[in-house]
């Protein structure tokens, strides 16, 4: 089948995103080319280096061959340091309260103790918990840190292997 494509020579491609963090491979007609052949400029475009031209075609009724190219890549900005030793705190704490440990620092709903002549009065968890904090004090310091202003929004999860109308059309 004849190809009717005519375009535009493309020196450089948006890759449709603004957190790719390395281009692993990039393939024109089932030739793999050498990485000193393009770039990843501004974490988003992909460059050509060696006075070629990106195809600006592509037979999406293949996934290989001639008239078909693809691009291999890592894409998502990294965790910071402090929110992954914040995650392992608290998920050693979740362990702790499952296995009652002593030691686990999750807050009860303790309200008041009165242990000879010693009165102690513990906040309620709804109420910082309802806040997005968990009580344990360097996680709720790296969470806010992480979103200093208390923006809340409901959670996603996004899958490249689970379609949804919602995310992906």
Not at 17 to 46: C, F, K, M, N, W
Request: net charge negative.
């Amino acid at each position: 089948m004849a190809s009717d494509c005519s375009c535009s020579i493309y020196p450089r491609v948006n890759l449709g995103r603004d957190d790719v963090q390395s281009v692993e491979t990039v393939t024109i007609d089932d030739v793999v080319l050498d990485a000193g052949a393009y770039r990843l400029d501004e974490h988003r475009y992909l460059t050509r280096t060696d006075g070629s031209h990106w195809p600006c075609c592509q037979n999406l009724g293949l996934d290989s061959g001639e008239g078909t190219w693809s691009v291999a890549l890592t894409y998502g900005w990294p965790v910071p340091q402090y929110l992954v030793q914040a995650a392992a705190v608290l998920a050693m704490e979740f362990v702790k309260s499952c296995t009652n440990d002593d030691t686990c620092r999750l807050p009860a709903r303790t309200q008041s103790v009165v242990k000879q002549g010693i009165s102690i009065e513990l906040s309620d968890p709804v109420g910082f918990i309802g806040q997005g904090m968990t009580g344990i004090p360097e996680v709720d310091m790296a969470i806010k840190a992480a979103n200093p202003n208390g923006i809340t929004r409901q959670a996603i999860v996004r899958s490249p292997e689970v379609r949804s109308a919602g995310l992906w059309g």
